[in-house]
């Protein structure tokens, strides 16, 4: 059964540290893992994107990475900020059918306090 | 920011009413989708489409129907609302060839 879990449920910290979000996945076979973040009442938003052959991939603070052997992924978020606040999804896409079909993990909720 | 619209963003309705979640896009793109999801759970789709005319079941089973008569339009209705559809829902579309789907903000429905 395809599936992709996600660890911490929940996560705190102060302004300013750093945190990673943990992503495992058994979705085969893989197309692609990306990482969204989900501001409460908001719908998801894109920040990163990888494939089989990428290991890292960077935006602005946060930073992806990928082991596509051992079916992980983990988001590092540096000097987090308020607005970090959020719940961190990660969506693995399989490419064993036509629809690109899209797993979804429950995600992290993080929240950064001051 | 991606260019696409869900209204309304908040619904309060009492059991039985037909109720229809909007959902635009203006970037032209030819697939959409509906999820659903509950608070702290992951995103269930429910209906998806790939052009004019296109519309097909997801893989969580629901009461709701959905149409595309227009590119940009991806209306989903329900008939008889019940408590049990109390969620969020979430429209979201991708352009062919792309791999990023955009979502909308949402509707977050509440049955009494």
């Known amino acids: 059964k395809n599936q992709v879990e996600q660890s911490p449920q929940s996560l705190i910290i102060l302004e300013g540290k750093n945190c990673t979000l943990q992503?495992?996945?058994?979705?085969?076979?893989?197309?692609?893992l990306r990482w969204y973040k989900q501001d409460t009442g908001r719908g998801p938003v894109s920040l990163t994107i990888?494939?089989?052959?990428?290991n890292t991939k960077s935006n602005g603070r946060y930073t992806a990475t990928l082991d596509a052997d051992t079916k992980q992924s983990s988001l590092h978020i540096t000097a987090s900020q308020l607005s970090d606040s959020a719940s961190y999804i990660c969506?693995?896409?399989?490419?064993?059918?036509?629809?690109?079909?899209?797993?979804f993990g429950r995600g992290t909720q993080l929240t950064v306090w001051p | 920011e991606a260019d696409i619209y869900q209204t309304p963003r908040y619904l309060v309705i009492g059991t039985g009413k037909k109720i229809t979640l909007e959902c635009s896009q203006t970037?032209?793109?030819?697939?959409m989708y509906w999820y659903q999801q509950d608070p702290g759970m992951e995103l269930h789709l429910i209906h998806y489409?790939?052009?004019?005319?296109?519309?097909e079941k997801g893989d969580l089973s629901s009461e709701s129907t959905v149409s595309r008569i227009r590119t940009e339009h991806f209306p989903l209705t329900l008939e008889s609302a019940r408590p049990s559809h109390t969620s969020q829902y979430l429209c979201?579309?991708?352009?062919?060839?792309?791999?990023?789907?955009?979502f909308g903000p949402g509707t977050r429905l509440l049955v009494l």
């Open positions: 979201a579309s991708r352009d062919r060839g792309q791999e990023t789907q955009y």
């Open positions: 992503c495992n996945y058994t979705v085969s076979p893989f197309s692609n």
């Open positions: 990888m494939t089989f052959s990428e």
């Open positions: 969506v693995v896409s399989d490419r064993g059918s036509t629809l690109g079909r899209l797993y």
């Open positions: 970037m032209g793109h030819d697939k």
């Open positions: 489409s790939y052009g004019v005319n296109s519309t």
